[in-house]
């Protein structure tokens, strides 16, 4: 692929399949036209990327590669690795160490759960309340009724919340 404009559907779902965050990026997170919001071809989807260490390290390399993302806000309660992570992303991306404060920003459309497993069904239950959608890592929720908390908040809220499955996506 030599340029963003030059990137045909065909190209972007070779791409997308091939990455961790891309895979379920392609069944929803910012993808699926929304009903107040619906997004042209030329159109950036403003990400935030929760939680920076492991796991949110491979969200900021994956959903940076699909053309058209725009990595817009970083959350970490880890002043060091904010910081670390901020320097390595293209633009200038606004950081946040309170998820509360980030989801307050309207220019955000979705965001990208990867902190602690504790922290999961809440924020994505916060993230729909705020008008987001939602990619949050495994385990979506630690109990039964987290989790029915979460799916009741996507319907309220009519979010699109996916949770990453990503054994069952790639290659192996």
């Known amino acids: 692929m030599s340029s963003d404009s030059d990137v045909t559907r065909r190209d972007f779902l070779k791409t997308a399949a091939k990455t961790t965050a891309g895979a379920s990026a392609l069944s ?32 900021l ?7 058209n993302v725009e990595i817009a806000a970083l959350c970490d309660v880890d002043s060091t690795v904010l910081n670390k992570r901020r320097g390595e992303v293209r633009g200038s991306p606004r950081t946040f ?10 220019s955000i459309d979705a965001i990208s759960i990867a902190t602690p497993n504790h922290w999961h069904a809440l924020m994505a239950i916060w993230a729909c ?5 939602v ?3 495994k ?6 009724s987290e989790g029915r908390r979460a799916v009741e908040a996507a319907r309220k809220y ?3 919340v996916q949770c990453g499955m990503q054994a069952r996506s790639l290659e192996h």
């Open 158 to 160: 009519d979010r699109m």
């Open 135 to 137: 990619y949050v890592d």
């Open 61 to 67: 390399d994956a959903f940076s590669r699909i053309p």
């Open 139 to 144: 385990p979506a929720s630690h109990n039964i």
């Open 129 to 133: 309340q705020a008008g987001k959608d």
């Open 97 to 106: 160490a309170d998820v509360r404060r980030l989801l307050e920003d309207q």
């Open 28 to 59: 929803g997170v910012a993808f699926q036209p929304r009903p107040e919001r619906v997004f042209g071809a030329n159109d950036r989807v403003r990400l935030a990327v929760c939680g920076l260490k492991s796991r949110g390290k491979d969200h």
